[in-house]
């Protein structure tokens, strides 16, 4: 459950399929209403932001009260966005929303809090596209002068970031079982936007293919046959409403 004291839980839509074996067979990491599979993270103890990536940050005034997590999930619908419930181990339930890809998907807890996440292309200006029609799914459940700082503080984010990820990372969470799984976040920057806190970060996931099999592929991902080891990278904006309600009306 994302908290004050937590990061995101990381919502990946995941179908693996694995050919070679005697018998046509798909094998999916987390069943979950089809057709995505789901692998979760919960990360806790948000540690500070790395020097390398730091960001100036500000907190201003909170200019509105938090918006009901009801008006971002109908926002999301309006867009043409897909919803899968869940609830995670804590009793949270929420939903993933999915339309271009199930790699880049839009989170919801019943909690207020919410997640953006596209996969961290090498490209600047790929990464700026795909963020951005996120912003728009959303901007209408938000104030103008929230999504501008929202959209200001991904751009000086995304400016800096590096690539590619390297060193130690600022948490590391290790699953093992047949797929072996690994996702460790990296450039944490922290800030608050008009009450909310707001966390950007970079989330590495690799998957190990069973040895059982001859190769396995990701699904969406045509022609990334891979044996051995795989990975993703993903550009993540974790948002959590202020634990307190805000006084004053909505701009």
């Not at 005034?61 to 619908?77: K, M």
């Not at 891979?226 to 701009?251: A, Q, V, Y």
């Amino acid at each position: 459950m994302p908290t004050k004291r937590s990061l995101s839980l990381i919502a990946l839509g995941l179908l693996l399929a694995a050919c070679g074996s005697t018998e046509p067979k798909v094998v999916i990491v987390t069943a979950t209403p089809a057709p995505v599979a789901t692998v979760l993270v919960v990360a806790t103890n948000p540690p500070p932001p790395p020097t390398s990536t730091s960001l100036p940050t500000s907190t201003p005034a909170p200019r509105f009260e938090p918006i009901p997590i009801g008006e971002v999930e109908a926002a999301l619908r309006d867009a043409g966005y897909r919803r899968y419930p869940f609830t995670n181990a804590d009793s949270i339930s929420g939903y993933y929303w999915v339309k271009e890809s199930i790699y880049e998907q839009t989170t919801t807890w019943e909690t207020g809090a919410f997640e953006l996440q596209v996969l961290h292309d090498r490209a600047p200006g790929v990464r700026v596209d795909h963020m951005e029609r996120k912003f728009e799914a959303i901007a209408a459940a938000f104030p103008v002068e929230f999504m501008l700082e929202l959209r200001n503080a991904f751009a000086r984010y995304n400016e800096l970031v590096r690539p590619d990820v390297s060193g130690e990372p600022d948490e590391v969470f290790s699953f093992g079982g047949d797929w072996k799984d690994v996702w460790a976040q990296y450039y944490v920057s922290e800030m608050t936007i008009q009450g909310y806190r707001v966390t950007l970060s970079v989330w590495w996931w690799q998957t190990t293919c069973p040895p059982q099999y001859l190769y396995c592929y990701f699904d969406q991902f045509p022609g990334l046959e891979f044996t051995g080891d795989s990975s993703f990278k993903f550009l993540t904006i974790n948002m959590e409403p202020p634990s307190r309600p805000i006084l004053g009306g909505s701009t």
